[in-house]
């Protein structure tokens, strides 16, 4: 098998990763809910989960760091909390479902910032125009389509100099690229477990800023405070009621570690790699078109492709039988598509990991050739 869909999920991950939430399974039982060894072992390996994050991405207190289920989680909670009263909300136009069907359930008017791909300054020249007046704005680090890296820097500068809080989507980019939530003053961070940290699936992170007061999504027990029948007013034990995920932390900590150890520029740089040699092999096949920037600074190891005259999915789908794992389709996000051109078509997605060899790119590439042969001379037939 040869798995190229590390932006859906990084299924490779370290080994430390599976010994941890072993281990934590064997060992660990509830933080919070008693004073023996074994609450106190998750209580530790909680706590630090939440420092390791808080030490890679600029949060200077780990209680700012709340556990989640996901990066959808995470992003529910800061927009739920910022967005409630409704308002003006600001987006750019590569933005995952996770934030807009979230935004088109609240009380907003979403004003979508539509810039051509791989344009970052028109990007930050439409937020400069719309920032005025909005209740919070939104931007994702890196588009889970096209590996396209949005200006965020220059766009959280202008959120600062507006006054406006912002939320950062970083599904994509924690773990490859830099994120200081401090350094940014942006609101609220989200980041899922299990894609560039190399976590559990069902992990995820919500990084608060000091000045962050969010509502809870759910409530229920913490452990804490059990006499109050409101959720404890102090993070993280506002925003995580119930039992943690005790071995997914365990896991997640192992993840944030191996990146913390290997280097977000190292691990960026691979990636790269992989993705610009697998583009010249495929730049051969009749008819495709690939999603690609002229400058490698503004794209991941992330490559989308159409091929004219063939179905995306089905092309997807004929390479999963032939052992290589890609994504197809839309990718939960129709802005991004939108934005790209490519809503009618969608497009077929190769994503990179730490993990991935660049052995594996010559077979890949020979098997996508051999389907679109395939595709094109049944459809002739």
């Given amino acids: ?20 939430v072993s281990e934590a399974l064997r060992t660990a039982a509830s933080p919070g809910r008693g004073s023996y060894a074994a609450a106190e ?16 991405f600029g949060v200077s207190d780990p209680e700012r760091v709340v556990l989640t289920h996901s990066a ?18 600001v987006l750019s136009g590569w933005e995952h479902n996770a934030v807009t069907r979230t935004l088109a359930d609240l009380p907003l008017e979403q004003d979508v910032v539509a810039a051509p791909l791989f344009r970052p300054e028109e990007l930050v020249e439409g937020f400069r125009r719309r920032l005025e007046g909005a209740a919070f704005a939104v931007c994702t680090q890196v588009s ?9 820097s220059d766009i959280a500068a202008l959120c600062r100099e507006a006054g406006v809080p912002l939320v950062v989507d970083a ?12 350094a940014l003053g942006a609101q609220y961070a989200a980041l899922p477990g299990h894609k560039g940290l190399y976590g559990p699936q069902g ?11 969010p509502a809870a999504l759910l409530t229920g027990g913490t452990g804490s405070e059990s006499l109050l029948q409101t959720m404890p007013d102090f993070l993280p034990d506002r925003l995580e009621p119930g039992t943690h995920n005790v071995c997914g932390a365990a ?9 913390k150890r290997t280097g977000c520029g190292s691990i960026l740089r691979h990636e790269q790699t992989l993705r610009r040699r697998m583009a010249q092999l495929l730049s051969n096949v009749e008819g495709i078109r690939l999603f690609e920037s002229p400058d490698p600074a503004l794209q991941t190891g992330v490559l989308s492709l159409t091929v004219q005259d063939v179905d995306c999915e089905a092309l997807g789908e004929r390479l999963g039988r032939m052992g290589v794992c890609v994504r197809a389709g839309l990718h939960c996000a129709p802005l991004a598509h939108q934005s790209a051109g490519t809503l009618d078509s969608g497009t077929l997605r190769l994503s990179f990991s730490a993990f991935n060899r660049a052995s594996e790119l010559a077979p ?12 094109r001379s049944g459809a002739r037939g």
């Fill in 1 to 20: 098998m040869i798995f190229l869909d590390c932006a859906a999920t990084s299924l490779q991950k370290p080994p430390a990763v599976a010994r941890a």
């Fill in 41 to 56: 072992r998750a209580a530790e390996l909680v706590y630090q989960c939440r420092s390791e994050a808080a030490g890679l």
């Fill in 72 to 89: 959808t989680h995470a992003l529910n909670l800061a927009l739920r909390s910022l967005g409630a009263g409704g308002g003006r909300v």
């Fill in 144 to 152: 889970n389509v096209f590996g396209y890296v949005l200006p965020l």
């Fill in 171 to 182: 599904s994509q980019g924690a773990g490859c690229l830099p994120l200081n939530l401090e």
């Fill in 203 to 213: 992990t995820g992170l919500l990084l608060c800023a000091p000045e962050a007061r």
């Fill in 251 to 259: 896991g997640l900590l192992a993840g944030l570690r191996f990146v």
């Fill in 364 to 375: 890949a590439a020979e098997a996508l050739r051999r389907c679109v042969e395939a595709l």
